[in-house]
């Protein structure tokens, strides 16, 4: 049993404002992960003649307090947040699957004592957590991705877990059990199929979340740090000077907040495509 492609696909993208949506947030990664080839000025390149300089011809977003490009740092860390919101949500949504599927296939005790497990760690301030790890172990791309994808599993456990409960005792996975099927070909085959809508929904949920976790924890000095950076610490910057040089504040906020509503409103029209009521199983 699965969901009918092309009848999602045709109620997901008869909404003009889907494609409306798309189109911007195919313009931002675009801009991210093209635009830096083509822009003349680098992203940490420094000019303390052309400091805090209003956008002109040359700089199109200005320039920071040490005279570097605005428009050059947003692209470049565009592709920092954009890298980390789809690392993290990758391991997320990894940890949270095979999680979810040995909870809810395997019943019982095991069940019960994994969910116990999520119990317990859900009330737990993992913020406070992951700031504490960067700051004790230091701060590197590399431990913020995992710290963050390791904190963001529960909610896709208890979802998949909820959804195997359902499946497995569907007629097509005991006839499966039946014609001897091991254990992991019925996942493969019959459970992790009938999972994508909630993995591909949830994901497009949960990386503007991961975004934003990301650039709460560099506005806060432990992310992402110099010379690189990310949409975070930008606005960190620009928080700092918004008074007398207010662009620095504006166009990485124009991004940051252009993005996260984008990938939210794409996911909600994503979930209510995927949704039974509106869509027809083959």
Same mark, same amino acid.
């Given at each position: 049993?699965?969901?009918?492609?092309?009848?999602?696909?045709?109620?997901?993208?008869?909404?003009?404002?889907?494609?409306? $949506?798309?189109?911007?947030?195919?313009?931002?990664?675009?801009?991210?992960? !093209?635009?830096?080839? *083509?822009?003349?000025?680098?992203?940490?390149?420094? $000019?303390?003649?052309?400091?805090?300089?209003?956008?002109?011809?040359?700089?199109?977003?200005?320039?920071?307090?040490?005279?570097?490009? =605005?428009?050059?740092?947003?692209?470049?860390?565009?592709?920092?947040?954009?890298?980390?919101?789809?690392?993290?949500?990758?391991?997320?949504?990894?940890?949270? #699957?095979?999680?979810?599927?040995?909870?809810?296939? +395997?019943?019982?005790? &095991?069940?019960? #004592?994994?969910?116990?497990?999520?119990?317990?760690?859900?009330?737990?301030?993992?913020?406070?957590?992951?700031?504490?790890?960067?700051?004790?172990?230091?701060?590197?791309?590399?431990?913020?991705?995992?710290?963050?994808? +390791?904190?963001?599993?529960?909610?896709?456990?208890?979802?998949?877990?909820?959804?195997?409960?359902?499946?497995? /005792?569907?007629?097509? &996975?005991? +006839?499966?059990? +039946?014609?001897?099927?091991?254990?992991?070909?019925?996942?493969?085959?019959?459970?992790?199929?009938?999972?994508?809508?909630?993995?591909? /929904?949830?994901?497009?949920?949960?990386?503007? $979340?991961?975004? =934003?976790?990301?650039?709460?924890? @560099?506005?806060?000095? !432990?992310?992402?740090?110099?010379?690189?950076?990310?949409?975070?610490?930008?606005?960190?910057?620009?928080?700092?000077?918004?008074?007398?040089?207010?662009?620095?504040?504006?166009?990485?906020?124009?991004?940051? @907040?252009?993005? !996260? *509503?984008? #990938? $939210? *409103?794409?996911?909600?029209?994503?979930?209510?495509?995927?949704?039974?009521?509106?869509?027809?199983?083959?």
């Amino acid at each position: 049993m699965k969901y009918s492609f092309q009848h999602t696909s045709h109620h997901f993208f008869q909404n003009p404002w889907v494609l409306c $949506n798309v189109t911007c947030l195919c313009g931002i990664v675009g801009l991210c992960l !093209l635009g830096p080839y *083509f822009y003349t000025h680098d992203y940490h390149s420094q $000019n303390l003649l052309m400091s805090a300089q209003l956008p002109s011809l040359n700089h199109w977003f200005g320039t920071d307090i040490l005279g570097r490009d =605005l428009l050059a740092r947003i692209l470049y860390g565009g592709r920092t947040s954009l890298f980390i919101g789809c690392a993290a949500s990758l391991i997320a949504i990894s940890i949270g #699957l095979i999680y979810g599927i040995i909870s809810g296939y +395997c019943g019982g005790n &095991v069940d019960r #004592l994994l969910m116990r497990i999520v119990d317990i760690l859900y009330p737990l301030p993992f913020t406070l957590l992951v700031i504490l790890l960067m700051a004790l172990l230091g701060r590197n791309i590399t431990l913020l991705i995992f710290s963050i994808g +390791c904190i963001k599993w529960l909610t896709m456990a208890r979802m998949v877990r909820t959804q195997i409960l359902s499946l497995k /005792v569907h007629p097509f &996975v005991q +006839c499966a059990r +039946c014609m001897g099927q091991s254990t992991l070909g019925i996942w493969r085959k019959h459970l992790l199929p009938n999972l994508m809508s909630t993995v591909i /929904v949830y994901g497009t949920l949960l990386m503007p $979340n991961i975004i =934003l976790e990301e650039a709460f924890i @560099s506005f806060l000095g !432990l992310g992402i740090q110099p010379p690189l950076s990310s949409w975070g610490i930008l606005i960190f910057d620009g928080a700092r000077h918004m008074e007398e040089h207010p662009w620095l504040l504006i166009f990485p906020c124009l991004f940051f @907040s252009s993005t !996260l *509503f984008t #990938l $939210n *409103f794409l996911g909600d029209a994503l979930r209510d495509a995927m949704d039974p009521v509106h869509c027809r199983y083959k």
